[in-house]
């Protein structure tokens, strides 16, 4: 069993790139993903894709600049999973959740450590064409 199995993780700006390839990747390893992003006809289809393949994925709209939409996200990720054990802060900017979130023992991915944060989960990835585009194209 991974040890991502059933792990709450909430990503934000995860309807694109690497917030999307990385919610892809944890759901197919058995995590519950809550997806963010503005728009939110991209985060529909993906939470679609990843239920018609067997995973758990819920989304919401979220602007991260804005700090009630923020905890707006954060109180639905609850609301659905009871819990949320990781955050993949993709989208950048955050407002005042995070600090709270740590504090009440959630993983909290900054953007400083987005880069090792996938860099670690390529390394454990099995490698697929998806991975192998998105480790391309970001160097
Ligand atoms: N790609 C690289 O080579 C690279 C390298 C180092 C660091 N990064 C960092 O990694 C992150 C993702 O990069 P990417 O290349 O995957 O970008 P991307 O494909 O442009 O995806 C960005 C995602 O963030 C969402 N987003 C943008 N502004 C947002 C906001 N205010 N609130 C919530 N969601 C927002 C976008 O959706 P909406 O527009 O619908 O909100 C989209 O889902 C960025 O922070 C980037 O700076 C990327």
């Given at each position: 069993m991974?040890?991502?199995?059933?792990?709450?993780?909430?990503?934000?700006?995860?309807?694109?790139?690497?917030?999307?390839?990385?919610?892809?990747?944890?759901?197919?390893?058995?995590?519950?993903?809550?997806?963010?992003?503005?728009g939110?006809?991209?985060?529909?289809?993906?939470?679609?894709?990843?239920?018609?393949?067997?995973?758990?994925?819920?989304?919401q709209?979220?602007?991260?600049?804005?700090?009630?939409?923020?905890?707006?996200f954060?109180?639905?990720?609850?609301?659905?999973?009871?819990?949320?054990?990781?955050?993949?802060?993709?989208?950048?900017?955050?407002?005042?959740?995070?600090?709270?979130?740590?504090?009440?023992?959630v993983?909290?991915?900054?953007?400083?450590?987005?880069?090792?944060?996938?860099?670690?989960?390529?390394?454990?990835?099995?490698?697929?064409?998806?991975m192998?585009?998105?480790?391309?194209?970001?160097?």
């Amino acid at each position: 069993m991974s040890g991502i199995q059933d792990k709450v993780v909430a990503i934000t700006g995860a309807s694109s790139g690497i917030g999307a390839a990385t919610a892809r990747l944890l759901a197919r390893r058995g995590a519950r993903v809550m997806l963010g992003a503005r728009g939110i006809g991209r985060l529909d289809a993906l939470a679609r894709e990843i239920t018609e393949a067997g995973g758990t994925a819920h989304y919401q709209a979220l602007d991260v600049v804005r700090p009630a939409s923020m905890q707006n996200f954060i109180d639905e990720a609850q609301a659905v999973f009871g819990r949320i054990d990781i955050l993949i802060d993709n989208a950048g900017a955050m407002a005042t959740a995070p600090a709270r979130l740590a504090d009440a023992g959630v993983t909290v991915f900054s953007p400083e450590d987005l880069a090792r944060a996938v860099g670690a989960i390529f390394e454990f990835a099995e490698v697929d064409t998806e991975m192998e585009t998105l480790a391309t194209a970001t160097g």
